[in-house]
C-alpha cells in the first residue's frame, strides 16, 4: 500500500522569531522546583496516575527539555550549560529541522511539521499519530509540563479574543501583564488525537502540577518541558537562561524523584536564532541513564530532533510513526542508546557533506525495520493516485480548515467544546523576507506501508491544501 505526503509550505511569510532584547532579570517564580507558587497561576489539581513502570532497553524515563531560538556557539559560551556538560555527553552534530519555533516542537512529537513554516494556530486532524499513541499502546506513562500554562489541557479556545497565549500578572516586575505561555510551544496540543481526547489532554500539565507530581515521586516515563518565554530565553538571553538552569534544573539533577538512575533528559533548543546557518543547536543527554563514562564526553553523530523520537522508540521497542523517525538520514538514534538496543546508525557524524541544510526541509517516509503506527480513523486506501491534487484554498478565498479553532476546551477537568471560530492568525500579513525557506510544494510517496498523516497544513502566505 503506498501513501502519498503532501506538503506544503510557506512563501517567505516569516517573521524570524529572534528574541527580543528585552533587558530582564532572572527572579525564581517559586521557592524550588518542588515548590507550587501563584505566580504559575492554575493550582494543582492533584497528582497525576501512572501505569506501573515498564522498563526500557538503556533508560526508563526520559525528559526533555527545550530551551528557545540560539546559535550552538553562544549556549556553548554559556558557564551553565559548560558546567552541565561535565554530567552528561554533549551532542555538537544535533539539528533542528525547520523553521520557526512552532513547527520544530510539532516534528519532535509527531515526525513531522507537515509543512507548516510559521508560528500560527493549527490544530491537526485526529487521524494524525504521535508518539503519544506509540507510548500508550506499550502502557508508558507519559506527560508534558509547561510552565504559566494556567490550567491542565488547556487550548486556548476559551481565550480567543486574546489570542493562543495566556497573558497573566508580571511576576518579575509586578508591574502590569506578561505573556509567559504560548501555544506554540506546546508541541502535543495542536495535535487533535491529543486535545480532544480527555484523558490524553488533561496530561499536558503545568509547573504547580510539576511541583505536585514531583513531590510524589510520580513523574511520568516520557516528558516534554517547556518553561516559559523569559526562562527558555525567547524573550531574553542565554545568560538569563543560565539563571533559570542554576535554579531548576540543577538541583532536579540531584533529585532521585526526577533523575532516577534509569533517567536520560534531553535539553536541547528549538532551533538556532540565526536562519541564515544550518540549524545547528547545542544538545545535552543528562542523567544518571547516560552511562557515567560518558560524561564530559562529545558525541558527533549527526542527530535531528527526530531523533529524540527514534531513540525512545529504540529504548522501549515501540515501532514509529513513519516520517521523520523513519527517516534513515534523519533518524540516528543516540550512540549509547544505540548500542543499548543494537540500532544502527547511518553512520553520518562531524561535519560530513552528507548533512543536510535544515532551513525547511521536508521528511519523508522510509520505514527502516520497524512497524509503522496506524492511527484509527485513517483510510489507507488514498493512495498518491487517488488523493485529488492539491489546492490553492488562498486563490480561492477560503480559509484553511487547519487554522480553524476547533473550540475544545477544559473547565475543570471536563471537556467542553464551543462553535469553531477562525483565530485570525492565517492572515498573512508578513511581509518579511530572507529566510531561505524553499518555497516548493512537495509531494513523496511512501515505501510499502501505510501511514497517518496526509494532508498538508495551509499556510499564511497562500499556498496549498488537500482535500
Ligand atoms: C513570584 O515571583 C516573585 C519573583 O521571583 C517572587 O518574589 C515571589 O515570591 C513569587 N511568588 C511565590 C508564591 O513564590
Ligand atoms: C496495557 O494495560 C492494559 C490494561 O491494564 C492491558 O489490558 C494491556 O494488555 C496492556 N498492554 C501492554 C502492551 O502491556
Ligand atoms: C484546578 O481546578 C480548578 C477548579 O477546580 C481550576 O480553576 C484550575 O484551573 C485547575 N488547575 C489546573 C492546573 O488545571
Ligand atoms: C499572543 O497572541 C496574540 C494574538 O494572537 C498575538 O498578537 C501576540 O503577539 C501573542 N503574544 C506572544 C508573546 O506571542
Ligand atoms: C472530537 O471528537 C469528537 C468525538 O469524540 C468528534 O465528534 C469531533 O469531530 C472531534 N473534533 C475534532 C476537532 O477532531
Ligand atoms: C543508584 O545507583 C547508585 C550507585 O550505582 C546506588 O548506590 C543506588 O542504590 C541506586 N539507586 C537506586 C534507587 O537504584
Ligand atoms: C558503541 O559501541 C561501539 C562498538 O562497540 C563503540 O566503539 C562505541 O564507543 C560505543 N559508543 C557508545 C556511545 O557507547
Ligand atoms: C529523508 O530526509 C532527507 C533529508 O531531509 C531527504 O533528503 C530525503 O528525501 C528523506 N528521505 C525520504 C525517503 O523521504
Ligand atoms: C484524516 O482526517 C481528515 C479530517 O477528517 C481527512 O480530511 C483526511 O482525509 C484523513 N486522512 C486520512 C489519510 O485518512
Ligand atoms: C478501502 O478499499 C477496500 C477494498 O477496495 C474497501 O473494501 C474499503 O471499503 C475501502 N475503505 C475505505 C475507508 O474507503
Ligand atoms: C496560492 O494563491 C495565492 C493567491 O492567489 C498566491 O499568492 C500563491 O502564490 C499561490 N500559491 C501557490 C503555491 O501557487
Ligand atoms: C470550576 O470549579 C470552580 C471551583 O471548584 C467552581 O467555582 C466553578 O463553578 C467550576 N466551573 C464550572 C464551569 O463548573
Same mark, same amino acid.
Given at each position: 500500500?503506498?501513501?502519498?505526503?503532501?506538503?506544503?509550505?510557506?512563501?517567505?511569510?516569516?517573521?524570524?522569531? &529572534?528574541?527580543?532584547?528585552?533587558?530582564?532579570?532572572f527572579a525564581p517564580p517559586a521557592a524550588?522546583?518542588?515548590?507550587?507558587?501563584?505566580?504559575?497561576?492554575?493550582?494543582?489539581?492533584?497528582? %497525576?496516575?501512572?501505569?506501573?513502570?515498564?522498563?526500557?532497553?538503556? /533508560?526508563?524515563?526520559?525528559? @526533555?527539555?527545550?530551551? +528557545?531560538?540560539?546559535?550552538?556557539?553562544?549556549?556553548?559560551?554559556?558557564?551553565?550549560?559548560?558546567?552541565?556538560?561535565?554530567?552528561?555527553?554533549?551532542?555538537?552534530?544535533?539539528?533542528?529541522?525547520?523553521?520557526?519555533?512552532?513547527?520544530?516542537?510539532?516534528?519532535?512529537?509527531?515526525?513531522?511539521? /507537515?509543512?507548516?513554516?510559521?508560528?500560527?494556530?493549527?490544530?491537526?486532524?485526529?487521524?494524525?499519530?504521535? %508518539?503519544?499513541?506509540? $507510548? +500508550?499502546?506499550?502502557?508508558?506513562?507519559?506527560?508534558?509540563?509547561?510552565?504559566?500554562?494556567?490550567?491542565?489541557?488547556?487550548?486556548?479556545?476559551?481565550?480567543?479574543?486574546?489570542?493562543?497565549?495566556?497573558?497573566?500578572?508580571?511576576?518579575?516586575?509586578?508591574?502590569?501583564?506578561?505573556?509567559?505561555?504560548?501555544?506554540?510551544?506546546?508541541?502535543?496540543?495542536? /495535535?487533535?488525537?491529543?486535545?480532544?481526547?480527555?484523558? *490524553?489532554?488533561?496530561?499536558?500539565?503545568?509547573?504547580?502540577?510539576?511541583?505536585?507530581?514531583?513531590?510524589?515521586?510520580?513523574?511520568?516515563?516520557?516528558?516534554?518541558?517547556? #518553561?516559559?518565554?523569559?526562562?527558555?530565553?525567547?524573550?531574553?538571553?542565554?545568560?538569563?537562561?543560565?539563571?533559570?538552569?542554576?535554579?531548576?534544573?540543577?538541583?532536579?539533577?540531584?533529585?532521585?524523584?526526577?533523575?532516577?538512575? *534509569?533517567?536520560? %533528559?534531553?535539553? !536541547?533548543?528549538?532551533?538556532? +536564532? !540565526?536562519?541564515?546557518?544550518?540549524? *545547528?543547536?547545542?544538545? $545535552?543527554?543528562?542523567?544518571?541513564?547516560?552511562?557515567?563514562?560518558?560524561?564530559?564526553?562529545?558525541?558527533?553523530?549527526?542527530?535531528?530532533?527526530?531523533?529524540?523520537?527514534?531513540?525512545?522508540?529504540?529504548?522501549?521497542?515501540?515501532?514509529?510513526?513513519?516520517?521523520?523517525?523513519?527517516?534513515?538520514?534523519?533518524?540516528?538514534? /543516540?550512540?549509547?542508546?544505540?548500542?543499548?538496543?543494537?540500532?544502527?546508525?547511518?553512520?553520518?557524524?562531524g561535519d560530513s557533506p552528507d548533512i543536510?541544510?535544515?532551513?525547511? +526541509?521536508?521528511?519523508?517516509?522510509?520505514? *527502516?525495520?520497524? #512497524? %509503522?503506527?496506524? &492511527? #484509527?480513523?485513517?483510510?489507507?486506501?488514498?493512495?498518491? &493516485?487517488? $488523493?485529488? &491534487?492539491?489546492?490553492? $484554498?488562498?486563490? @480561492?478565498?477560503?480559509?484553511? #480548515?487547519?487554522?480553524?479553532?476547533?473550540?475544545?476546551?477544559?473547565?475543570?477537568?471536563? @471537556?467542553?467544546?464551543?462553535?469553531?471560530?477562525?483565530?485570525?492568525?492565517?492572515?498573512?500579513?508578513?511581509?518579511?523576507?530572507?529566510?531561505?525557506?524553499?518555497?516548493?510544494?512537495?509531494?513523496?510517496?511512501?515505501?510499502?506501508?501505510?501511514?497517518?498523516?496526509?494532508?498538508?497544513?495551509?499556510?499564511?502566505?497562500?499556498?496549498?491544501?488537500?482535500?
Amino acid at each position: 500500500m503506498r501513501t502519498a505526503f503532501l506538503f506544503g509550505s510557506t512563501l517567505a511569510l516569516s517573521v524570524p522569531s &529572534a528574541f527580543a532584547a528585552i533587558a530582564q532579570s532572572f527572579a525564581p517564580p517559586a521557592a524550588s522546583p518542588e515548590s507550587s507558587s501563584a505566580n504559575y497561576t492554575g493550582q494543582t489539581n492533584g497528582t %497525576i496516575s501512572n501505569p506501573a513502570l515498564v522498563a526500557g532497553k538503556a /533508560f526508563d524515563r526520559f525528559i @526533555q527539555i527545550w530551551i +528557545e531560538n540560539t546559535d550552538y556557539d553562544t549556549a556553548a559560551s554559556s558557564a551553565a550549560f559548560q558546567t552541565l556538560s561535565k554530567q552528561g555527553v554533549l551532542f555538537n552534530q544535533f539539528y533542528a529541522v525547520t523553521h520557526p519555533s512552532e513547527p520544530n516542537y510539532l516534528a519532535a512529537v509527531g515526525g513531522d511539521f /507537515f509543512g507548516a513554516g510559521d508560528d500560527n494556530f493549527y490544530h491537526i486532524p485526529q487521524n494524525v499519530s504521535t %508518539i503519544v499513541d506509540l $507510548l +500508550e499502546a506499550k502502557n508508558i506513562s507519559w506527560g508534558s509540563y509547561q510552565e504559566n500554562m494556567p490550567s491542565d489541557g488547556f487550548t486556548c479556545a476559551d481565550l480567543l479574543l486574546k489570542g493562543f497565549n495566556f497573558t497573566q500578572k508580571n511576576y518579575l516586575t509586578n508591574q502590569g501583564e506578561y505573556t509567559y505561555y504560548v501555544r506554540k510551544h506546546n508541541g502535543l496540543i495542536v /495535535f487533535d488525537s491529543v486535545a480532544n481526547v480527555t484523558s *490524553r489532554a488533561l496530561r499536558i500539565r503545568n509547573f504547580n502540577d510539576f511541583a505536585n507530581d514531583l513531590k510524589a515521586n510520580d513523574i511520568p516515563q516520557w516528558n516534554f518541558i517547556t #518553561p516559559n518565554l523569559v526562562n527558555d530565553g525567547h524573550d531574553t538571553t542565554i545568560d538569563f537562561v543560565g539563571d533559570w538552569l542554576n535554579y531548576w534544573l540543577f538541583p532536579l539533577l540531584n533529585d532521585p524523584n526526577f533523575n532516577t538512575n *534509569r533517567t536520560v %533528559i534531553l535539553l !536541547t533548543f528549538d532551533e538556532t +536564532e !540565526t536562519y541564515t546557518i544550518n540549524n *545547528r543547536i547545542y544538545t $545535552l543527554a543528562l542523567g544518571n541513564g547516560v552511562p557515567r563514562d560518558l560524561w564530559g564526553t562529545t558525541d558527533p553523530t549527526f542527530y535531528t530532533h527526530y531523533s529524540a523520537l527514534s531513540t525512545v522508540e529504540a529504548n522501549w521497542g515501540l515501532g514509529a510513526l513513519g516520517r521523520g523517525d523513519s527517516n534513515a538520514t534523519l533518524n540516528n538514534v /543516540f550512540a549509547f542508546v544505540a548500542n543499548a538496543t543494537g540500532w544502527k546508525n547511518n553512520g553520518i557524524s562531524g561535519d560530513s557533506p552528507d548533512i543536510p541544510l535544515h532551513r525547511a +526541509e521536508h521528511v519523508r517516509l522510509q520505514p *527502516r525495520r520497524r #512497524p %509503522i503506527f496506524v &492511527a #484509527p480513523g485513517v483510510d489507507t486506501n488514498l493512495t498518491a &493516485a487517488a $488523493l485529488p &491534487a492539491p489546492v490553492n $484554498l488562498t486563490a @480561492q478565498g477560503k480559509p484553511n #480548515p487547519w487554522g480553524v479553532d476547533p473550540g475544545i476546551a477544559y473547565v475543570n477537568g471536563t @471537556q467542553v467544546i464551543s462553535p469553531p471560530s477562525p483565530t485570525g492568525s492565517g492572515s498573512g500579513s508578513g511581509s518579511g523576507s530572507g529566510s531561505g525557506k524553499n518555497g516548493a510544494l512537495g509531494v513523496g510517496v511512501g515505501q510499502g506501508v501505510s501511514v497517518a498523516a496526509c494532508f498538508a497544513l495551509g499556510i499564511a502566505a497562500g499556498v496549498l491544501v488537500v482535500f
